[in-house]
C-alpha cells in the first residue's frame, strides 16, 4: 500500500517495476560473480543477442494485446532471411532491395495472419500455427534445404551489417552496437503508436473489450489484422538483424524463437488476455533473457540453463500479474 | 401450517458499494409452495443466490431445519437438501439427460460410470414426475422446455427439502407449463417447500400458498394468495412510484418529424416484423417480455447482427447499416443493457472510454491529442455528474450508475442524435436512477430521440411520450402515454401471433 503512493509505481506498474529491477539485479549478480562479465565486450553481446528477439517482440506485443498469439514470428523470421537471401544469390537481386523485400515479405505473412484471424475467424492459435509450418517448410523449399551465408563484412554487399554494428579502426573492440540504437529507436516509435494513435488505441482497445470495441463503431476486423501486419513487418526487420549478426541462415529453424520474443512480452508485463501492455515492458523482458543467456556461462552454467531458469522467470512474472489482478478484483 | 424449515432474516448485502439488499425476510413452510415476487432488480435473485451459497450475505441469518447455516457453495445448499433451479438453463448439451442429471455424482461400479444404473434411475425420476424423457437423449436435441422438465428432475433426484423455481416458465409452451403444475403440487403433496419466482400473475394465483412481495431490496409484505388480489400484490410491488411519478402527457412535440423509421425488419429467429417510427424529441418506450425480441430488433437496427430484411429510415432517407460502424456514421447509438460486456473498455480509464466511438475528432496529424482529450472527458464528468477522482480512473473502478453515464458520454461525444438505450437503468441503484431519468429528459428536450426498451412497467411508464409493445418478434400496439396503461401494456405483450392475426 506504500508503494502505491510513489511515482515510479504509478509510472511502471507493479509488475514492469518488477520487471525492471529483476533486470537491474540480474545484471549486478552477474557483474559480481563473473569475471569480466562487467567488461564492455560483454555488454555488446548481450545486446547482439537481443536485437532480433528485441524485434519480434515489439511486434508480437501487439498481437498479444489484441488478445492473439503470433506463433509464426521466429519462423517467418528465418524464412524471410532464406529467400532474400536465395534472391540475392541465385538471381542478383541488389542487396537493398533484398532487405526490403525480406521486411516486405514479412509484412505479408502478417497479412495472411491477419486475414486468417481477423476476417475468417480462426483462432489465432492454429492460424499461426499453420503459419508457422508453411514458412518453416517454405524456406526448406526455397533453398532446396541448402543453408544461405550472407556476404561477410569484408565483402561489398556485406555494409548491412554495419547497421547493426558499427567496427573498424578508432571504435572499441566490440564494436558499436548500433542495432541496439535501432532497437531503442523503433521501439520509441512503436510505443508512441501504441500509445498516441489512432490505430495504436483501437488495438488496445479491441484487446480489452472486442465486442464493446465493435459496438463504438470502430473497424475492428482491420485494426485486428493490423496488428498481425505489424508483427510480421517485425518479423522481417528481425530477420534482417539476424542475417547481420550471424553468418549462417539454416533452413528449417526460427522454431522456438516466437516463444523467445513471446516470453520476452510476457516477462514485460503484457497480458495474454489482452488490453494491457507496453513496449518499454517488452523490451525490459527481452534484456532480462538477454542477460541471462550471456551471464550464465560467467558463472560457470551452460547456457542451456538460460532456457531453464527463464522459464522460473516467465512463471513468476506471471504469477506476479495473476496476484496483482486477484488483489484489484478483476 | 407448521414451523417453517427455513427463515431468512434481516439478510443484507452490498455489490460494490451498492445496495442491494436491505433487511430481506423470507421464510417457508413444508409442503408450501410459496412465490416471491417483485419487479427486476427488486432482489429476488440475490436473495436466492444468497440462500444456495452463489453469494455471502453481509448480514442477517438463515435458519435450515431449525439451525442456522452459512452455506459456502451451492454444492455445499445441494447436500443439505436446498437446490436452485436457474431461469437460464445449466446443461451441458453434448451429455445425454441421465449424464445431466447426475453429473457429479454419478452412480459408481469400482472404478467405473455404472451407465446402465444412470439411465434407469433416471429413468425412475421421469416416470416419478410422470414425463417421458428418454435418458439416454443427448441433451442438445431436446426443446428447450423439456430441458427445463430435466433440470427438475436433477433437483429432486437429489433428495431435496427446498426447491427454488427461478421464472420456470418463461420458456414453456403452455402444454408444458400444466405438466409442471402436475408436477409442483406433487412435490407439496410431498412435503417439499418450493420457492417460486413469477411475473406471471396468474400462475402466482393459481398454484401458490403465499406471496412474499420485495421492492428495491427489501422485504414488503407476506400475503396468504388465497386472501389477496392481483391489485394487492401489483399495489405492494410497485409501491409508490408508478404513482408518484407517471408521465400524463407527451412532452414530445406533436408535430415532430420522425428521427428514425423501421419497416418490417426481420433478423434472425426472433425478430420477424418491426414497423415504428421514433419522432425527433421524443423517448419511444419499447415494452415487452423477456424474449419478446426488443433487444434484437435494436441490434439488428445498430447493425450489430445482421439484417435478414425490412427497411431503416434516419430523417426520412433511407440508410444502408450492415455494421455498428454505418450505424454510429447515421448517428445512432446502442447502449446496451449489459454495459461491461459490450459497452465499455473496463481496464481502461475514462477518457478513452468517452472518446471510443469519435477517436478521429481527437486526432492531431497522426498522434492523438491527449489535453483534448482529457478536456471532453472532463466536460461530460461535469455535465453526466460522474463520480470519479480524474477522467484517468479506470472505468471497473465506477458504480453502475456512473458506467452507464460514461456509455451515454461516449455516444454524446460522438453526438448521435437516436439513442437506443436498453435497459437504461438495469444493475443501477435509486439514486443514480433518478439522475439517468433526468439526463435522458435532458436529452431528449435537446432534440435527440430515445428509443428505450425498458422491461420494468414502471420505468415505461415514468418516461415514454409513447409506448410500443412487443410480443414474439412482433410489435402488437402502440399506445400513446395519455392512453397507456399497465394493463393494456401488458395484454398486448401477451398477445401472440395467432390471436393478433384474427
Not at chain 1, 557483474?31 to 560483454?42: E, I, P, S, V, W
Not at chain 2, 417453517?4 to 409442503?31: N, Q, S, Y
Not at chain 2, 466511438?357 to 496529424?365: E, H, M, T
Not at chain 2, 458504480?399 to 439513442?419: E, P, Y
Amino acid at each position: 500500500m506504500m508503494l502505491k503512493n510513489n511515482r515510479l509505481f504509478h509510472i511502471l506498474g507493479t509488475q514492469r517495476l518488477a520487471a525492471v529491477v529483476a533486470l537491474g539485479a540480474l545484471y549486478l549478480f552477474f557483474c559480481a560473480l563473473g569475471d569480466n562479465f562487467a567488461a564492455y565486450n560483454t555488454f555488446v553481446s548481450i545486446l547482439d543477442s537481443s536485437y532480433y528477439i528485441g524485434f519480434l517482440a515489439i511486434g508480437v506485443t501487439f498481437v498479444i494485446i489484441t488478445g492473439g498469439i503470433d506463433l509464426s514470428c521466429g519462423t517467418v523470421m528465418v524464412c524471410c532471411a532464406l529467400i532474400s537471401g536465395t534472391l540475392y544469390f541465385k538471381l542478383g537481386v541488389p542487396m537493398w532491395l533484398c532487405l526490403l523485400l525480406c521486411v516486405a515479405m514479412g509484412g505479408l505473412f502478417g497479412l495472411c495472419n491477419g486475414f486468417m484471424v481477423a476476417v475468417m475467424k480462426l483462432p489465432a492459435f492454429i492460424a499461426t500455427l499453420g503459419t508457422m509450418m508453411v514458412t518453416r517448410g517454405l524456406g526448406s523449399i526455397v533453398t532446396a534445404t541448402a543453408s544461405v551465408t550472407f556476404p561477410p563484412r569484408s565483402a561489398g554487399d556485406g555494409w548491412f551489417r554495419g547497421i547493426f554494428k558499427m567496427m573498424g579502426d578508432g571504435l572499441p573492440g566490440g564494436g558499436v552496437p548500433t542495432g541496439f540504437l535501432l532497437l531503442i529507436l523503433l521501439a520509441v516509435i512503436m510505443a508512441f503508436f501504441l500509445n498516441r494513435t489512432r490505430p495504436g488505441r483501437y488495438i488496445m482497445a479491441l484487446g480489452s473489450n472486442k465486442e464493446a470495441t465493435r459496438l463504438s463503431g470502430v473497424n475492428v476486423v482491420k485494426w485486428e489484422a493490423l496488428a498481425y501486419v505489424i508483427s510480421g513487418l517485425f518479423a522481417g526487420l528481425a530477420a534482417v538483424a539476424y542475417a547481420s549478426i550471424y553468418s549462417t541462415v539454416l533452413p528449417g529453424t526460427g522454431n522456438g524463437f516466437e516463444l523467445d520474443g513471446i516470453a520476452g512480452t510476457v516477462i514485460g508485463g503484457t497480458s495474454l488476455s489482452g488490453g494491457v501492455g507496453s513496449i518499454a515492458g517488452t523490451l525490459i523482458g527481452v534484456f532480462i533473457m538477454s542477460v541471462l543467456k550471456t551471464g550464465l556461462p560467467f558463472v560457470g552454467l551452460q547456457p542451456h540453463y538460460q532456457l531453464f531458469f527463464t522459464g522460473f522467470v516467465l512463471v513468476a512474472a506471471v504469477f506476479a500479474d495473476v496476484l496483482n489482478r486477484r488483489r484489484r478484483g478483476t | 401450517m407448521n414451523k417453517p424449515i427455513l427463515t431468512m432474516d434481516g439478510i443484507g448485502k452490498r455489490f460494490a458499494g451498492v445496495r442491494a439488499l436491505k433487511d430481506a425476510h423470507f421464510d417457508l413452510m413444508r409442503g408450501e409452495i410459496h412465490a416471491l415476487m417483485g419487479e427486476n432488480g427488486a432482489g429476488k435473485s440475490t436473495l436466492m443466490k444468497i440462500l444456495t451459497g452463489i453469494y455471502a450475505r453481509d448480514e442477517g441469518s438463515i435458519t435450515f431445519e431449525g439451525r442456522p447455516v452459512t452455506f459456502k457453495n451451492p454444492r455445499e445448499a445441494q447436500e443439505a437438501g436446498i437446490v436452485i433451479v436457474h431461469q437460464e438453463l445449466n446443461m451441458i448439451n453434448h451429455l445425454t439427460v441421465a449424464q445431466n442429471v447426475f453429473i457429479g455424482r454419478e452412480p459408481m461400479r469400482g472404478k467405473q460410470i455404472d451407465d446402465g444404473k444412470m439411465n434407469r434411475d433416471a429413468q425412475v425420476i421421469f416416470q416419478k414426475l410422470g414425463i417421458r424423457i428418454d435418458p439416454k437423449a443427448v441433451m442438445g436435441s431436446l426443446t428447450v422446455g423439456r430441458q427445463q422438465l430435466c433440470e427438475i428432475a436433477k433437483a429432486i433426484s437429489t433428495e431435496a427439502s427446498v426447491i427454488v423455481f427461478d421464472e420456470p416458465t418463461a420458456a414453456l409452451t403452455d402444454s408444458e407449463i400444466e405438466d409442471l403444475f402436475a408436477i409442483l403440487l406433487d412435490l407439496r403433496g410431498r412435503g417439499i417447500g418450493i420457492i417460486y419466482i413469477s411475473h406471471r400473475m396468474d400462475e402466482i394465483k393459481r398454484i401458490t400458498d403465499r406471496v412474499t412481495v420485495m421492492r428495491d431490496g427489501a422485504f414488503v409484505d407476506t400475503l396468504m394468495t388465497a386472501d389477496c388480489t392481483k391489485d394487492d400484490i401489483i399495489r405492494r410491488m410497485v409501491g409508490r412510484v408508478v404513482y408518484e411519478d407517471p408521465k400524463h402527457r407527451s412532452e414530445a412535440p406533436a408535430d415532430a418529424p420522425a428521427a428514425l423509421s423501421v419497416r418490417h425488419l426481420r433478423a434472425g429467429s426472433m425478430v420477424k416484423d418491426v414497423s415504428f417510427d421514433l419522432r425527433r424529441g421524443e423517448i419511444l418506450g419499447l415494452a415487452g417480455l423477456m424474449g419478446a425480441g426488443r433487444t434484437e430488433t435494436a441490434r439488428a437496427i445498430f447493425g450489430a447482427d445482421k439484417l435478414d430484411g425490412g427497411e431503416i429510415l434516419v430523417n426520412s432517407r433511407p440508410r444502408r447499416i450492415r455494421s455498428p460502424r454505418d450505424a454510429a456514421a447515421a448517428g445512432i447509438a446502442y447502449l446496451s443493457e449489459d454495459r461491461q460486456r459490450y459497452g465499455l473498455l473496463l481496464e481502461k480509464d475514462i477518457a478513452a472510454n468517452i472518446t471510443l466511438a469519435s477517436l478521429r475528432k481527437f486526432a492531431k496529424g497522426a498522434s492523438l491529442d491527449k489535453a483534448e482529450e482529457g478536456k471532453e472527458a472532463r466536460r461530460h464528468i461535469e455535465r453526466l455528474r460522474i463520480k470519479t477522482p480524474s477522467e484517468r480512473q479506470e472505468v471497473r473502478k465506477l458504480s453502475g450508475g456512473n458506467q452507464q453515464k460514461v456509455v451515454i458520454g461516449k455516444w454524446l461525444t460522438h453526438d448521435s442524435r437516436i439513442l437506443i438505450f436498453d435497459e437504461p437503468t438495469r444493475g443501477i441503484d435509486v439514486g443514480a436512477k433518478a439522475e439517468i431519468y433526468t439526463l435522458m429528459r435532458e436529452l431528449v428536450r435537446q432534440g435527440k430521440s430515445i428509443l428505450m426498451i425498458s422491461s420494468e412497467l414502471t420505468e415505461i411508464m415514468r418516461m415514454s411520450d409513447r409506448v410500443a409493445v412487443m410480443c414474439e418478434g412482433r410489435v402488437t400496439a402502440e399506445i400513446p402515454i395519455e392512453e397507456a396503461t399497465q394493463e393494456k401494456i401488458m395484454h398486448a405483450a401477451t398477445r401472440r401471433e395467432a390471436r393478433s392475426a384474427s
